[in-house]
Each structure stands twice: as C-alpha cells, then as structure tokens.
C-alpha cells in the first residue's frame, strides 16, 4: 500500500471515530468558552449549553420548540402566550388608563350641559329695618322719621328649558309695620305667589340653538371614544409587533448557536487531524470564523434583553416591572395566520367603516354643520314673548298664613304679556359668525378628504407589504432548502476526504461559509415569517379592526359609568380575517344623558358614531353603530380612488344638511 492510500485509509478511520465521539465535548472547545465569558459580561447570565443533538439537515422549522424554552441561563424566566400579554396590557398600562380616562372626561361634560336644564330650588330670606328722616309729611302723616321693620322669605322654582323656555315660579312670604299714619292695616302679614315665562320666538329659540352645548358635549365624547380606540389599537399594535420581534430573535439566537455547535463538529476534526492533513492555517480559520460567529451571539442576546425591556413598557405591569433583573421572557409561538387573499376593495371599505381616525373626523365634521345651524339661528331677529302672572294677599295683625289662603280664594290673579324685539343695525356680527361656519364646514371636509387618502395610502401600503412578506415566505423557504442540501453535501465531502493539497484552505473555508449561509437563510426565513405577522398587525391596524380581530371590545356600564375592555379569544383563532361590521355596546344608567327625541327639521344629517336604541325600555342604552346611512346624509366617500363629495356651494350644503332654505351667501363687504 503506497502512501497515497495509508493516508485516506487513515483519514477515513479518523471521521468514523470522530462520528460516534459525542458532540457535548465540543462545549470544552476555546469559542464556546469564550461565548460564555462574552455573555456574562454583556447581561450577567450565563450561557445554556448546547444541544447533544443537531437537528436534521432536511427538518425546517426545527428551532422553534427551543425557542419556547430558556435560553440565556437565568435562573428567573416566565413564558407566556399572546393572549396572555394583551389582556395584561390592556389592564395594567398606563397609558390605556389614560385615554380610558380622557374618555371619562368627555363622558362628564355631557352631565354637565346635560344639568344646565336641570330645574334648580331657590330659597332666600330677610330681615330689614328702615329708620329714615322724611321731608314730606305726606310720607308719614307727622312723624319726622319712617320707621319700618321687615321680614321676607321666598321660595321658588327656576327651570331652563331645552327649546329656550325660562320659567320662574315663587312663593313670598311677608310681615311688615311702619310708624306711618297711612300704613293700613298695622302689622301687615302678606303672601305672593309670582310666575314669569320668557319664551324666545326666533333667535335664540328651538332646541337646535339652546342644545348646542350638549350636543357639541356628545360630538365630543364620540370623538374621544374613537380617540381611545385608535390609542389603544396602536398601543395593542406595539405590543403584538415587540412580542413577534422577541420572538424573532429568540429563534435567531437558537440559529446562531446551532451554527456554532456546527462549527466546533468542524474544529474536532480538524483537531483530530492536525499533524496529519490540517495544519496551522485551518486552525487560524476556524478561531477567526468562530470568533465572528460568538459576536453575532451577543448582539442577538443584547437585541434580546433590549426587546424585553421595551416590552415590560409596553405592557406597563407592576409585576413585572418589579420582577427580578435578570428574569427572562419567553413569548411562546404566535398562531400562524392562514394565507388568504385580501383584496384592495374590501380592505379599503372595511378601512372606511372601522377606522378610529375617519370615524372621529365626520363627527368632527358633524360639529362644523351643527355650527352652521347654530349660527343661521342667530341671524335672525331677537323676539321674546314674557307673560307674568300673580296672586296676592294681604292681612293685619302679621297673619301671613291667611293672606296665603286669601291669595287664592279672595283674590284674582293679575296678569301681564309683552313682547320683546331686538336687531342690531346690519346684523353684521351674526353674519360674520355664519359665513365662518361656512369656511369651517369647508375647510373640516377638505380635511376629511384628506385623511380619506392618506388612510387609503396606509391600506394599500400594508397590504402590498403583507404581500410580498407572504411571497418572501415561500421564496426564503426554498433558499434554505437550497443552503442546507449544500452545507450536507461539503459537510459529507469533509468528513471523508477532508482538505487535500494545495487548496485545503480553500475547501475548508467554502464549508464554513456554507454553514453561514444556512444560519443565514434559517435567520431570514424566521425574518420573513415575523416580517409577514407584522404586517397583517399593521393591516389590521390601518383598517381599524384590530381590537375586533383580537377580541378586544371597549364596554362602558354601570352607575360608574366606567370604562373596561372585554377580551374574547376568536371562536377560531385560525380563521382568515373578516371584514365585517363592529357593534359598541355602550350603556348609561338612568339619568337624562341621551334623551331620545325625533330628529329636528333643521338638523345636519351625519349619523355615523353614536344613536339611540331603539328597543331600550328606559331610552338610555345607545350603541355605536356601523350601518350603512343614506346617500343624503353622509358624503360620497370613494373608494376606488374618487374624491369624497364636499359641499361647495349653496345647493351642496342644502344637500348635506337636508335643507331646503336659502343660504346666506357670503360677501366680501362686511354687511
């Protein structure tokens, strides 16, 4: 046997022996050692030792069971699955709290325009004494001083109505005497009972004109009702993005240090053959390859202590901000949404209907028209019709009680009526209010149309990304068939033949870079796939549906009236998304918040957000609805890439508001 062949024979012997020498003694090699010492310094764990057992080259998706279990050595971990997480968010963050009770607020200010009309108890009493010179006898009858001692005490009822209506009605009772010779009978006791009514016929009368304030109070809190729900949507977004990337990285890290555990496979038999066939520069190749392969390590397991870090924030629980240092987050496997084909179309309509931000803007838009109605209100002249009626009695001897009952069977009532007009000259100041409600009107629903198009740029942005991550997928999946089928081919190449000649370095390095080129096909398919749940989160988000695809649905009851967030698992957590309708269901106690009332002639026709329930018994439960309203009384909002319809002109806002009266048109010379 020639040389040649004693040495083949000899490297054959050496990779069977070091096939069945068992890979846990690549753990004492110098990388894996100085992996450790890295780690230690970098976030005071220690490193989890490798597995015994590599998994097989054809398997994909093999990291992922140990993703699921600890990783960085800490001796503190908690795993939990994304469920979990929203549910702890959604009760523990601070700033969840904080639109809930911006939200609160808003609720307040309809109680309190609400109380404006409420009927108010008027008490008053007195007590007065008079001790005057006089200089005409005739105001005494000879005494040179008046001398009076008074006692009052009125009681009344005062009420605002919601159409203008002021109503005063009281009940006074009196004891007087005086020195005067003319004061008839002595110790007088009297009674009277008044009622005035002012009523306004044209400005300032209707209920259009006197609810203005409650309405604009329940605009207001359907405004931050949507408000909340876009805060808490991108809050909820944050933290389902964070949770996928922790996962990424997690995986990452399992890819990485299967790559070195490769790599030491490599340095045992190299090490077994130095001195035969390997010599001083393969060693130096491999030190340096696996030097750069632990400084990835760290930087994935810095990504990682950063990554929980921000997620601790997000999810803003006390438990764990106050958990150990080095406790360590394991998110379990996200469910894997099914592929479905999502069409521009129908995201875009579900965009319109459920957006926080849309819905916000045409109650915004709601209020310029209530504004515009206001104002045509004003326009016209003050005219005010006052009636004022009264009963009275009178009696000696301070009897105060029988001029009470005499004031209703002894005497008839007298009455007064009047009429009050008022126009300032030009009504140029009512004018000017009015054609800026106009400008107003104008000016929200060009901004409407706006934001029509930038969330239809968010929509078809999302969607094109969830596309192509969907198709990265498929393409990154083959790419690491591809590396792996090549990484078995020069690891079998290696294993019997090793690196012969001159170009030993040169086999050894395409091997290791073979082995690079798995972890990194392994790392940017695990990339892709996060890359493609983040974009559906972002899809969901644009659309406005993703606290109805989570389960996650703002409820507010009870006498509180406070504010919570029922989360509901999917009845089929694997079910492709829907787009559909979402239903509020938003309940008061029995105060009179949200009086059911027919619809004014007069009033502006934009009916998305907030409506009564027709079925309550009590006319106080009321929902947020997302049924489709008439032609007539929403703009045209496109979605095929038309512009929303703007009034812009007097027929259009006659057209908006359901009007069938002249508009003022507007004038550039101040009158």
């Keep these: 046997m020639n040389r040649r062949s004693q040495r083949n024979a000899l490297r054959l012997v050496i990779a069977l022996g070091l096939a069945c020498t068992p890979i846990a003694a690549a753990q004492e090699t110098a990388p894996a050692e100085s992996a450790s010492s890295a780690v230690s310094d970098l976030g005071k764990t220690s490193v989890v030792e490798f597995s015994t057992e590599s998994p097989p080259p054809s398997a ?9 279990s600890p990783l960085l050595g800490s001796t503190n971990w ?17 700033r969840i709290e904080a639109v809930r009770q911006e939200s609160h607020i808003a609720l307040e200010k309809i109680v309190q325009q609400s109380a404006a009309f409420d009927s108010r108890l008027v008490l008053e009493g007195g007590y007065g004494l008079t001790n005057d010179p006089v200089g005409n006898t005739l105001v005494t009858g000879g005494p ?5 001692r008074s006692f009052t005490f009125n009681g009344g009822v005062r009420r605002s109505g919601r159409s203008g209506t002021t109503v005063d009605l009281s009940q006074e009772l009196g004891l007087l005497n005086s020195n005067s010779q003319f004061f008839v009978p002595l110790d007088q006791g009297n009674s009277r009972l008044s009622l005035s009514l002012t009523q306004p016929l044209m400005a300032g009368g209707g209920r259009v004109y006197n609810e203005r304030l409650l309405v604009q109070a329940r605009i207001d809190n359907r405004v931050a009702w949507e408000d909340m729900r876009a805060d808490v949507g991108d809050r909820i977004a944050e933290v389902m993005t964070t949770y996928v990337r922790l996962h990424q990285q997690r995986c990452q890290l399992v890819q990485q240090d299967d790559l070195l555990r490769r790599g030491d496979r490599i340095g045992q038999l190299i090490a077994g053959r130095r001195g035969f066939d390997v010599g001083r520069l393969a060693m130096v190749k491999l030190q340096q390859r696996t030097s750069s392969r ?22 803003g629980s006390e438990t764990l901000a106050t958990a150990a240092e080095q406790t360590e987050f394991i998110p379990l496997t996200p469910i894997e949404f099914p592929h479905e084909a999502n069409m521009l179309g129908d995201a875009l309509r579900t965009g319109m209907q459920h957006r926080p931000k849309i819905r916000a803007a045409i109650e915004d838009l709601q209020s310029a028209a209530l504004g515009i109605r206001v104002t045509k209100n004003q326009l016209l002249p003050r005219l005010d019709a006052v009636l004022n009626g009264y009963l009275a009695g009178l009696n000696g001897n301070n009897a105060v009680f029988q001029s009470f009952g005499d004031q209703f069977w002894q005497s008839g ?7 009050q007009y008022e126009l300032p000259q030009g009504n140029r100041y009512a004018k000017s209010r009015h054609r800026e409600a106009l400008h107003r009107f104008r000016k929200m629903s060009s901004e409407l149309q706006e934001l029509i198009q930038q969330v239809r740029l968010e929509i078809e942005t999302a969607l094109i990304r969830m596309q192509m991550a969907d198709q990265f997928r498929v393409s990154k999946r083959r790419t690491l068939q591809a590396a792996i089928d090549e990484e078995a081919i020069l690891t079998e190449r290696y294993d019997l033949v090793g690196a012969e000649g001159s170009h030993a370095g040169l086999v050894l390095e395409n091997l290791l870079e073979a082995q690079q080129r798995r972890t990194d096909a392994e790392k940017a398919l695990v990339a892709a796939i996060a890359e493609y749940r983040i974009a559906l989160i972002e899809l969901q988000r644009s659309m406005g549906t993703l606290l109805i695809r989570e389960g996650i649905r703002p409820v507010r009851g009870g006498s509180s009236r406070r504010i ?18 979402e239903n509020f269901h938003v309940v008061e106690d029995s105060e009179d918040l949200f009086e ?18 027709p079925d309550s018994p009590t006319r106080d439960e009321f929902e947020l609805i997302e049924a489709d309203p008439p032609s007539s009384a929403t703009p045209n909002i496109s979605t095929s890439g038309g512009d929303a319809r703007r009034p812009t002109d007097e027929h259009s806002l006659r057209w908006f508001l359901r009007r069938n009266e002249p508009e003022v048109p507007p004038t550039g010379d101040g009158t």
Excluded: C, Y
């Design 60 to 68: 994909t998706d093999w990291w992922l069971n140990q993703a699921d």
């Design 78 to 94: 908690v795993s939990f699955d994304l469920p979990t997480v929203l549910v702890d968010t959604i009760v523990s963050s601070p």
């Design 144 to 148: 040179p001083r008046l001398r009076e």
């Design 294 to 315: 632990n400084d990835t390590r760290l930087q994935l397991i810095a990504s990682i202590l950063q990554l929980q870090s921000e997620l601790k924030v997000l999810i």
């Design 413 to 419: 009532p007298g009455i007064s009526a009047a009429l």
């Design 564 to 581: 919570d967030f029922v989360h509901s698992l999917p009845t089929d957590a694997s079910e492709p998304m829907v787009f559909g309708d």
């Design 596 to 613: 059911s009332r027919e619809q004014d002639a007069d009033e502006p026709a934009i009916s998305l957000g907030m409506s009564h329930s």
